[in-house]
């Protein structure tokens, strides 16, 4: 049974407050209408687009990083607490996919989970001692990926970091454990 527009706008509002990344597509389907009606739900409550979202999201959490540039960072950070835990999400383009075999290029997978570790480390300049990773299944089309990333101990100058990439569907795609090291 659908809903009332007040009450279907309503709880959009509450899912968008909770995660801000769902696409109007995915919406529609939730709420068993169409795009458009989403759409217009959307401009009445005045919530912009997802790209509007994620980039208003990500400005806001971006000026907290002290060990990269904001040009140097992979993905989108959504969350951040220096010296704790960071999410960041990465959309995947067509330019990202090989053109033979339709996978995403690996690297970008590593860059997403590496920039985002460096992030949440509250020191100027550090860098990769050791990285542990594990690719575990393949991205074969466009896709969302999110990143976790946790510093999970600090010793001395170094900084130990685990990392977890899960895809749209929140399937596990990628782990990894990090240390960095603050360096002069």
């Given at each position: 049974?659908?809903?009332?527009?007040?009450?279907?706008?309503?709880?959009?509002?509450?899912?968008?407050?909770?995660?801000?990344?769902?696409?109007?597509?995915?919406?529609?389907?939730?709420?068993e209408?169409?795009i458009?009606?989403?759409?217009?739900?959307?401009?009445?409550?005045?919530?912009?687009?997802l790209?509007?979202?994620v980039?208003?999201i990500?400005?806001?959490?971006?000026?907290?990083?002290?060990?990269?540039?904001?040009?140097?960072?992979?993905?989108?950070?959504?969350?951040?607490?220096?010296?704790?835990?960071?999410i960041?999400?990465?959309?995947?383009?067509?330019?990202?996919?090989?053109?033979k075999?339709?996978?995403?290029?690996?690297?970008?997978?590593?860059?997403?989970?590496?920039?985002?570790?460096?992030?949440?480390?509250?020191?100027?300049?550090?860098?990769?001692?050791?990285?542990?990773?594990?690719?575990?299944?393949?991205?074969?089309?466009?896709?969302?990926?999110?990143?976790?990333?946790?510093?999970?101990r600090?010793?001395?100058?170094?900084?130990?970091i685990?990392?977890?990439?899960?895809?749209?569907?929140?399937?596990?795609?990628?782990r990894?454990?990090?240390?960095?090291?603050?360096?002069?």
């Open positions: 049974m659908k809903k009332k527009r007040a009450e279907r706008q309503h709880e959009l509002l509450e899912i968008l407050k909770a995660d801000p990344f769902y696409t109007d597509e995915e919406l529609a389907n939730r709420f209408v169409s458009q009606t989403i759409r217009l739900d959307r401009m009445s409550l005045n919530i912009p687009e790209r509007e979202r980039k208003l990500a400005e806001s959490q971006e000026t907290k990083v002290k060990t990269l540039g904001v040009k140097e960072i992979t993905g989108e950070i959504i969350d951040l607490s220096v010296g704790e835990i960071g960041s999400m990465l959309e995947i383009t067509e330019d990202m996919i090989y053109s075999t339709g996978t995403l290029k690996d690297h970008y997978i590593f860059s997403l989970a590496e920039s985002l570790a460096m992030a949440i480390i509250d020191a100027p300049k550090v860098i990769m001692r050791v990285a542990n990773i594990k690719c575990l299944k393949l991205i074969e089309k466009e896709d969302r990926l999110i990143a976790k990333a946790e510093i999970y600090e010793v001395d100058r170094k900084h130990y685990k990392v977890v990439i899960n895809n749209r569907d929140q399937e596990q795609i990628f990894g454990k990090f240390i960095f090291e603050e360096i002069d």
